[in-house]
């Protein structure tokens, strides 16, 4: 099936979504949009994006992705090309942004995490691994397990006052959005050229 428009909205919508396929595809033996269903209803805290999504499963058209007329494989097959991407289009450092920051299973976030501890470390403001991987964790962790991350309970593990901690997560942000910011308009470029979206920020 060749599609006129594109399957998504954008590359944020892109690869939230495809990285959720994937790891849906792999938990729940079942079709793509039972997987897709159950593990939005399964989120009741979720976001005003995830609601769109979920209406669209549900026959609702929401305008962030066009599944119309493509079959669970071919979408299953849109997906893996997208998180193909993200694995062999980026910098070694971007890539680790993207799978803390999308990667839905635990393996494959946490690489993410360490691996942007490893990079970042040497040039951090503060030469605590222990501290900088709280606060990495902090950052990437979903709202529902940040119990105990927390400046306060970061400073008792780490013994790292709670002043030079918000120093530390400030500039972590800073660090992070920029590797962030910058694949997304690398895959951007790769995306709106192969019709898989419009823009990375619609």
């Given at each position: 099936?060749?599609?006129?428009?594109p399957?998504?909205?954008?590359?944020d919508?892109?690869?939230?979504?495809?990285?959720?396929?994937?790891?849906?595809?792999?938990?729940?033996?079942?079709?793509?949009?039972?997987?897709?269903?159950r593990?939005?209803?399964?989120?009741?805290?979720?976001?005003a994006?995830?609601?769109?999504?979920?209406?669209?499963?549900l026959?609702e058209?929401?305008?962030?992705?066009?599944?119309?007329?493509?079959?669970?494989?071919?979408i299953?097959?849109?997906?893996?090309?997208?998180?193909a991407?993200?694995?062999?289009?980026?910098?070694?450092?971007?890539?680790?942004?993207?799978?803390?920051?999308?990667?839905q299973?635990?393996?494959?976030?946490?690489?993410?995490?360490?691996?942007?501890?490893?990079?970042?470390l040497?040039?951090?403001?503060?030469?605590?691994?222990?501290?900088?991987?709280?606060?990495?964790?902090?950052?990437?962790?979903?709202?529902r397990?940040?119990?105990?991350?927390?400046?306060?309970?970061?400073?008792?593990?780490?013994?790292?006052?709670?002043?030079?901690?918000w120093?530390?997560?400030?500039?972590?942000?800073?660090?992070c959005?920029?590797?962030?910011?910058?694949?997304?308009?690398?895959?951007?470029?790769?995306?709106v050229?192969?019709?898989?979206?419009?823009t990375?920020?619609?």
């Open positions: 099936m060749v599609k006129t428009r399957v998504f909205v954008d590359t919508t892109a690869l939230r979504l495809s990285f959720a396929v994937l790891a849906g595809e792999v938990r729940m033996p079942c079709s793509l949009r039972q997987v897709l269903i593990m939005l209803e399964a989120e009741p805290s979720g976001t994006q995830q609601r769109l999504w979920l209406d669209e499963l026959g058209p929401s305008g962030l992705v066009d599944f119309a007329g493509l079959t669970a494989n071919e299953r097959g849109q997906c893996a090309l997208v998180v991407a993200a694995a062999h289009r980026l910098t070694e450092a971007e890539h680790f942004a993207m799978l803390a920051r999308y990667a299973s635990y393996h494959e976030r946490a690489a993410g995490v360490h691996g942007l501890v490893a990079l970042l040497p040039a951090a403001p503060t030469g605590n691994h222990a501290a900088l991987l709280d606060l990495m964790w902090r950052r990437y962790l979903p709202t397990y940040l119990g105990g991350y927390s400046l306060r309970d970061i400073a008792q593990r780490t013994h790292v006052a709670r002043q030079t901690l120093r530390l997560a400030a500039w972590l942000r800073e660090q959005d920029a590797m962030e910011l910058q694949a997304l308009q690398r895959l951007e470029e790769s995306f050229r192969h019709g898989v979206c419009d990375f920020n619609a």
